[in-house]
DNA sequence: GTCTATAGCCAGATAGAC
DNA sequence: GTCTATCTGGCTATAGAC
């Protein structure tokens, strides 16, 4: 693992992660980054020896920031409810201070098939399945309505994820600037949980 | 192909849509699109100049397939409940057809934010107004609970578009084949309509 | 209009001095 | 480990024959 190694390592990686996330695999430039990170090109192949090798560190990088803490929500002793409030909240406030984060991730799984089955097949996935048992629970007790438990995954994926990935989009519709945007993003964090409980609730 | 682009601009440009929409403006080459037409590289720069000039009208193409359709949805005569049925089974519908669309057009502006706001200034826009002024309308009357409009514009769009977007990423959450998860789009028009108005409906 | 051939440039990767 | 210089290949774009 990386730990006190040479910190050049460390900083060539650093200023990956910022390019890479801004301009995605195909847009990005080793010269880029290795101005970023105020190095010679040379280094970069010294370190990690091709561009695609470095792209996969950091995607791996994005990814496992995510996975762990999401699959933590969705598996934890917490009743239904209590894990929608805690996956809104806690996915936005990551995402807000990672802002590139979600749409890296999608863009390079969308753009690069190949690479996206590979990885799949190699990396910790989420697991979904008892979150979803405890939908059908809850309409089995009663307690909500009938809904498909995999549409209401989707909704609060879609519901967290698209308003920073839309960001451009979704300001311009909105008809707001950028920082009356990130007001509503924050705002989200609690609409987003009451929409969805609201939505279920009998 | 298509048989009826009997002309050789039709053809570029229906293989350009095709490479553009799956790579992305950086990911796309120039050769890719030749082969894909059955012709000659040259061919492209005669008709279009440039790559850039190829994928910006790829670009506004498939803006203009969706910005007019959503603005009529929004500001149609209908009530607030039947823009949101409409919007959401309109919208799924048509992407389901071309289904590279929704994520070319985000990726697009967010890796290329100069682009970006070059076009937004140019643009028609889809117009948000009427439809937030109805929701107003809906929580004075009574008829809706107190949301924030602009926050549930963004939840329409997410739980519409996002499906697509993150299609690999929720398809492995969900644990599903891509033709199960073809089946939850499909029935995401109905669900997403009724998702949307349970969760404001008083 | 359509092709082949190639110019010209730029990116990723390597060699080798220090 | 870090640098400069350079190789090699691939890409956009153009020239020019037909």
């Known amino acids: 693992m990386k730990k006190l190694e040479s910190n050049t390592e460390e900083l060539i990686f650093a200023s990956a992660i910022k390019i890479f996330h801004k301009k995605g ?10 101005d970023e990170a105020g190095i010679n090109k040379a280094m970069l192949h010294y370190y990690f020896r091709s561009k695609q090798l470095l792209f996969e560190a950091v995607f791996k990088k994005a990814f496992m ?18 894990k929608i409030i805690n996956f ?14 979600p749409t890296f991730i999608i863009q390079e799984l969308n753009n690069n098939p190949d690479f996206a089955n590979q990885f799949f097949s190699q990396a910790e996935f989420p ?11 809850g309409i089995q007790n009663g307690t909500i309505k009938n809904v498909n438990p995999k549409q209401l995954l989707i909704d609060m994926f879609s519901l967290a994820i698209f308003p920073f990935i839309g960001a451009p989009l979704l300001q311009k519709i909105t008809n707001v600037n950028e920082s009356a945007y990130n007001n509503l ?8 949980a009451s929409m969805l409980i609201n939505s279920i609730k009998k």
């Open 25 to 34: 695999l195909a847009g990005a430039r080793m010269q880029e980054i290795a």
């Open 65 to 82: 920031q995510l996975a762990p803490q999401i699959h933590q929500v969705l598996n934890s002793e917490d009743s239904l409810f209590e």
């Open 88 to 101: 809104t909240d806690k996915y936005i406030s990551f995402v807000m201070e990672n802002r590139f984060l």
């Open 127 to 137: 697991k979904s399945t008892r979150f979803l048992i405890q939908i059908e629970e």
């Open 185 to 192: 993003l924050i705002e989200r964090k609690k609409h987003i």
